[in-house]
């Protein structure tokens, strides 16, 4: 199983990029899918996800307001509309996939299956 990431570049601040990850290889069932990200020198944080079942959301505090993640029309497809983009936001994000329950949208242990990441600069 592949989760491939792409979207990332260099954007000015308050400027826009969208994310997409799609999953190839074979075939596996998940419960909900999400964004994370990992500044220089910092824990790798929360961002976004969904649960597949009920098509729950959830936001980190941060980017509430700026940030929209939504399915793909392929299974085990997701992508994070980024609006707004302050330099805070420059770092590698990574979409998951959580393939286990019961799980916790917000934790990245929880989830099984992690894309190479993408890089997200924004500049002021």
């Known amino acids: 199983v592949q989760l491939q990431a792409s979207g990332g570049g260099l954007v000015q601040a308050g400027g826009s990029l969208r994310l997409a990850c799609a999953a190839s290889?074979?075939?596996?069932?998940?419960?909900?899918m999400g964004w994370f990200r990992q500044a220089p020198g910092k824990e790798r944080e929360f961002v976004a996800a969904?649960?597949?079942?009920?098509?729950?959301?959830f936001y980190a505090d941060s980017v509430k307001g700026r940030f929209t993640i939504s399915r793909g029309n392929a299974k085990n497809t997701v992508y994070l509309q980024m609006n707004s983009l302050k330099p805070e936001d420059t770092a590698v994000y990574y979409c998951?996939?959580?393939?286990?329950?019961?799980?916790?949208?917000?934790?990245?242990?929880?989830?099984?299956?992690w894309g190479q990441g993408t890089l997200v600069t924004v500049s002021s």
């Open positions: 998951a996939a959580a393939v286990r329950r019961p799980y916790s949208a917000t934790i990245a242990d929880d989830y099984g299956y």
């Open positions: 290889g074979r075939t596996f069932t998940s419960y909900g």
């Open positions: 969904f649960t597949w079942s009920g098509v729950r959301t």
